[in-house]
């Protein structure tokens, strides 16, 4: 599960779905990246069952298979966030000795 979501494009996914469910075509143009890419990125999520599809006439939705996913976001989130805060104020120490 965390090396799949080591993509970046498959938490911005994530984070698109934290919203409710959006089209193929959405996310695509939201993450700027041609179909191929969006499905994969969509299939790879898909295998380890954090997102959901259906089909509607000729489109394709997807949307958050469990909303806890979005907590473990969340929880990343404030982790990184802290990790780069402790690095900042090291190159703050080194800058002024």
Request: proline share 2%; net charge negative.
């Amino acid at each position: 599960m965390f090396r799949t979501l080591g993509h970046p494009a498959r938490v911005r996914i994530l984070e698109l779905l934290r919203d409710g469910e959006h089209a193929v075509g959405a996310l695509q143009e939201a993450l700027d990246l041609d179909s191929g890419g969006t499905s994969q990125h969509l299939a790879a999520l898909r295998r380890i069952g954090l997102v959901e599809s259906r089909r509607e006439g000729t489109s394709v939705f997807y949307r958050a298979a469990d909303p806890r996913v979005f907590g473990l976001l969340d929880i990343g989130r404030e982790l990184i966030a802290r990790s780069l805060a402790g690095q900042q104020e090291l190159l703050e120490e080194l800058a002024a000795e």
